[in-house]
Protein backbone atom coordinates (compact mmCIF):
# COMPACT_ATOMS: atom_id res chain seq x y z
CA UNK A 1 0.00 0.00 0.00
CA UNK A 2 1.21 3.12 -0.44
CA UNK A 3 -0.76 5.09 2.27
CA UNK A 4 -0.49 9.04 1.89
CA UNK A 5 0.68 10.42 -1.29
CA UNK A 6 1.19 14.06 -1.92
CA UNK A 7 2.29 15.75 -4.43
CA UNK A 8 4.79 17.55 -5.18
CA UNK A 9 7.17 17.49 -2.75
CA UNK A 10 9.17 20.52 -3.17
CA UNK A 11 7.51 23.65 -4.94
CA UNK A 12 8.92 27.02 -5.28
CA UNK A 13 6.54 30.21 -6.13
CA UNK A 14 6.68 33.53 -6.65
CA UNK A 15 3.85 35.92 -4.37
CA UNK A 16 0.62 36.15 -6.49
CA UNK A 17 1.02 32.48 -7.95
CA UNK A 18 -1.39 29.61 -7.30
CA UNK A 19 -0.72 26.14 -7.23
CA UNK A 20 -2.86 23.37 -5.81
CA UNK A 21 -1.21 20.42 -3.66
CA UNK A 22 -2.35 16.89 -4.11
CA UNK A 23 -3.07 14.57 -1.63
CA UNK A 24 -4.77 10.94 -2.30
CA UNK A 25 -5.17 8.23 0.44
CA UNK A 26 -5.74 4.34 -0.54
CA UNK A 27 -6.67 3.17 2.53
CA UNK A 28 -10.36 3.96 2.23
CA UNK A 29 -10.28 6.71 5.46
CA UNK A 30 -13.07 8.71 5.81
CA UNK A 31 -11.02 11.60 6.99
CA UNK A 32 -8.39 14.04 5.91
CA UNK A 33 -6.38 16.96 6.85
CA UNK A 34 -4.14 19.22 5.38
CA UNK A 35 -1.60 20.91 8.12
CA UNK A 36 1.40 23.23 7.52
CA UNK A 37 4.52 22.71 9.75
CA UNK A 38 6.81 26.07 10.33
CA UNK A 39 9.74 26.22 12.59
CA UNK A 40 8.35 26.43 16.61
CA UNK A 41 4.91 26.00 15.24
CA UNK A 42 4.08 22.67 15.52
CA UNK A 43 1.59 21.61 13.09
CA UNK A 44 -1.32 23.88 12.58
CA UNK A 45 -4.51 23.04 11.27
CA UNK A 46 -5.58 24.25 7.89
CA UNK A 47 -8.82 22.63 6.93
CA UNK A 48 -10.17 18.92 7.11
CA UNK A 49 -12.82 16.58 5.76
CA UNK A 50 -14.45 14.54 8.11
CA UNK A 51 -16.09 12.45 5.62
CA UNK A 52 -16.74 12.51 1.71
CA UNK A 53 -18.83 15.62 1.05
CA UNK A 54 -17.64 17.75 4.25
CA UNK A 55 -15.16 20.08 4.35
CA UNK A 56 -14.37 22.35 7.38
CA UNK A 57 -12.06 24.81 8.34
CA UNK A 58 -9.03 24.56 10.65
CA UNK A 59 -7.24 26.76 12.90
CA UNK A 60 -5.43 28.79 10.05
CA UNK A 61 -7.72 28.61 7.27
CA UNK A 62 -7.40 31.98 5.40
CA UNK A 63 -5.67 32.06 2.00
CA UNK A 64 -6.32 28.45 1.64
CA UNK A 65 -9.62 26.38 -0.26
CA UNK A 66 -9.91 22.66 -0.35
CA UNK A 67 -11.62 20.07 -2.19
CA UNK A 68 -12.66 16.32 -1.35
CA UNK A 69 -12.68 15.31 -4.69
CA UNK A 70 -14.11 12.00 -3.46
CA UNK A 71 -13.05 9.42 -1.11
CA UNK A 72 -9.49 9.29 -1.82
CA UNK A 73 -8.07 12.50 -3.05
CA UNK A 74 -8.02 16.14 -0.87
CA UNK A 75 -6.62 18.84 -2.40
CA UNK A 76 -5.58 22.38 -1.15
CA UNK A 77 -5.22 25.46 -3.23
CA UNK A 78 -3.70 28.59 -2.78
CA UNK A 79 -5.10 30.93 -4.96
CA UNK A 80 -2.28 33.82 -4.65
CA UNK A 81 0.60 32.82 -2.74
CA UNK A 82 2.07 34.73 -0.01
CA UNK A 83 5.34 34.55 1.59
CA UNK A 84 3.93 34.18 4.86
CA UNK A 85 2.49 31.09 3.57
CA UNK A 86 5.80 29.42 2.96
CA UNK A 87 6.16 26.51 5.15
CA UNK A 88 6.18 22.49 5.51
CA UNK A 89 2.89 20.89 3.99
CA UNK A 90 1.30 17.78 5.44
CA UNK A 91 -1.63 15.68 4.41
CA UNK A 92 -3.33 13.33 6.60
CA UNK A 93 -5.91 10.75 7.04
CA UNK A 94 -7.50 8.16 9.64
CA UNK A 95 -10.38 6.18 9.05
CA UNK A 96 -12.45 6.90 12.23
CA UNK A 97 -10.90 9.91 14.03
CA UNK A 98 -10.37 9.09 18.15
CA UNK A 99 -11.18 5.33 17.88
CA UNK A 100 -9.62 3.38 19.95
CA UNK A 101 -6.77 1.57 18.07
CA UNK A 102 -6.92 4.09 14.97
CA UNK A 103 -4.04 6.34 13.83
CA UNK A 104 -3.41 9.13 11.66
CA UNK A 105 -1.20 8.45 8.49
CA UNK A 106 0.39 11.31 7.47
CA UNK A 107 2.00 12.24 3.97
CA UNK A 108 6.05 13.03 3.47
CA UNK A 109 5.32 16.60 2.98
CA UNK A 110 5.54 19.39 0.54
CA UNK A 111 8.02 21.98 1.18
CA UNK A 112 6.41 25.44 -0.31
CA UNK A 113 8.57 28.67 -0.54
CA UNK A 114 7.40 31.49 -1.90
CA UNK A 115 9.07 34.43 -2.92
CA UNK B 1 -2.83 30.51 21.53
CA UNK B 2 -3.19 26.78 20.23
CA UNK B 3 -5.95 25.00 21.77
CA UNK B 4 -2.72 22.35 22.85
CA UNK B 5 -0.38 23.35 25.09
CA UNK B 6 2.83 21.41 24.72
CA UNK B 7 5.23 22.10 27.74
CA UNK B 8 8.37 22.54 27.85
CA UNK B 9 9.29 23.55 24.21
CA UNK B 10 12.63 22.58 24.04
CA UNK B 11 14.67 20.17 26.56
CA UNK B 12 18.06 19.01 26.69
CA UNK B 13 18.91 16.03 28.62
CA UNK B 14 22.03 13.71 28.93
CA UNK B 15 21.89 9.79 27.69
CA UNK B 16 20.48 7.60 30.51
CA UNK B 17 18.74 10.58 32.26
CA UNK B 18 14.70 10.57 32.46
CA UNK B 19 12.43 12.95 30.82
CA UNK B 20 9.01 13.83 30.50
CA UNK B 21 6.32 16.07 28.15
CA UNK B 22 3.44 17.57 29.19
CA UNK B 23 0.17 18.18 26.44
CA UNK B 24 -2.05 20.66 27.92
CA UNK B 25 -5.54 21.57 26.43
CA UNK B 26 -7.69 24.21 27.05
CA UNK B 27 -11.21 22.32 25.79
CA UNK B 28 -12.47 18.61 26.55
CA UNK B 29 -10.42 15.60 25.12
CA UNK B 30 -11.72 13.36 23.08
CA UNK B 31 -8.63 11.27 22.55
CA UNK B 32 -5.27 11.80 22.35
CA UNK B 33 -2.50 11.08 20.09
CA UNK B 34 1.33 11.38 20.37
CA UNK B 35 3.97 11.23 17.29
CA UNK B 36 7.79 11.48 16.61
CA UNK B 37 9.66 13.89 13.99
CA UNK B 38 13.20 13.56 13.22
CA UNK B 39 14.40 16.42 11.63
CA UNK B 40 13.52 16.90 8.26
CA UNK B 41 11.39 13.95 8.57
CA UNK B 42 8.01 12.78 8.59
CA UNK B 43 5.70 11.49 11.74
CA UNK B 44 6.26 8.66 13.22
CA UNK B 45 3.14 7.35 15.03
CA UNK B 46 4.20 6.18 18.60
CA UNK B 47 0.74 5.96 20.78
CA UNK B 48 -3.01 6.77 20.91
CA UNK B 49 -4.60 7.45 24.51
CA UNK B 50 -8.66 7.38 24.81
CA UNK B 51 -9.78 7.06 28.33
CA UNK B 52 -9.10 8.75 31.29
CA UNK B 53 -6.62 6.94 32.98
CA UNK B 54 -4.88 5.26 29.89
CA UNK B 55 -1.50 4.74 30.18
CA UNK B 56 0.37 2.47 26.99
CA UNK B 57 3.80 1.71 27.12
CA UNK B 58 6.74 1.36 24.13
CA UNK B 59 9.77 0.77 24.19
CA UNK B 60 10.92 3.02 27.06
CA UNK B 61 8.25 5.44 26.28
CA UNK B 62 5.28 5.64 28.30
CA UNK B 63 2.08 8.13 27.98
CA UNK B 64 -0.44 9.06 30.40
CA UNK B 65 -4.03 10.49 29.67
CA UNK B 66 -5.88 12.35 32.59
CA UNK B 67 -8.96 13.28 31.53
CA UNK B 68 -9.81 15.46 34.32
CA UNK B 69 -6.79 17.61 34.40
CA UNK B 70 -7.17 17.46 30.30
CA UNK B 71 -3.33 16.75 30.19
CA UNK B 72 -1.71 13.81 28.96
CA UNK B 73 2.26 13.59 29.91
CA UNK B 74 5.11 11.48 27.91
CA UNK B 75 7.59 10.23 29.71
CA UNK B 76 10.86 8.40 28.68
CA UNK B 77 12.74 6.05 30.76
CA UNK B 78 17.12 6.11 30.11
CA UNK B 79 16.66 8.46 27.11
CA UNK B 80 18.96 7.89 24.56
CA UNK B 81 20.38 9.53 21.27
CA UNK B 82 18.46 8.14 19.17
CA UNK B 83 15.08 9.65 21.05
CA UNK B 84 15.71 12.87 19.12
CA UNK B 85 13.46 14.89 17.70
CA UNK B 86 10.31 16.58 17.72
CA UNK B 87 7.51 15.33 19.78
CA UNK B 88 3.93 15.74 19.05
CA UNK B 89 0.67 15.65 20.90
CA UNK B 90 -2.76 15.86 18.85
CA UNK B 91 -6.25 15.19 19.72
CA UNK B 92 -9.96 15.60 19.10
CA UNK B 93 -10.78 18.83 20.89
CA UNK B 94 -14.67 19.02 21.35
CA UNK B 95 -16.48 22.87 21.04
CA UNK B 96 -19.35 22.77 20.50
CA UNK B 97 -21.57 20.45 18.30
CA UNK B 98 -20.16 20.78 14.67
CA UNK B 99 -16.06 20.04 15.39
CA UNK B 100 -16.30 16.21 14.82
CA UNK B 101 -13.17 15.31 13.21
CA UNK B 102 -11.68 17.94 14.04
CA UNK B 103 -7.58 17.16 15.52
CA UNK B 104 -5.32 19.52 16.39
CA UNK B 105 -1.82 19.47 17.17
CA UNK B 106 0.61 20.95 19.88
CA UNK B 107 3.48 23.27 19.16
CA UNK B 108 6.03 20.35 19.35
CA UNK B 109 8.59 19.86 21.93
CA UNK B 110 12.32 19.49 20.70
CA UNK B 111 13.95 17.17 22.34
CA UNK B 112 18.12 16.55 22.24
CA UNK B 113 19.94 13.96 24.20
CA UNK B 114 23.53 14.21 24.46
CA UNK B 115 25.45 11.35 24.60
Known amino acids: NAGVTQTPKFQVLKTGQSMTLQCAQDMNHNSMYWYRQDPGMGLRLIYYSASEGTTDKGEVPNGYNVSRLNKREFSLRLESAAPSQTSVYFC??????????????FGSGTQLSVL | SQELEQSPQSLIVQEGKNLTINCTSS?????LYWYKQKYGEGLIFLMMLQKGGEEKSHEKITAKLDEKKQQSSLHITASQPSHAGIYLCGAGLRAGGTSYGKLTFGQGTILTVHP
Open chain 2, 27 to 31: KTLYG
Open chain 1, 92 to 105: ASIKSPLRANEKLF
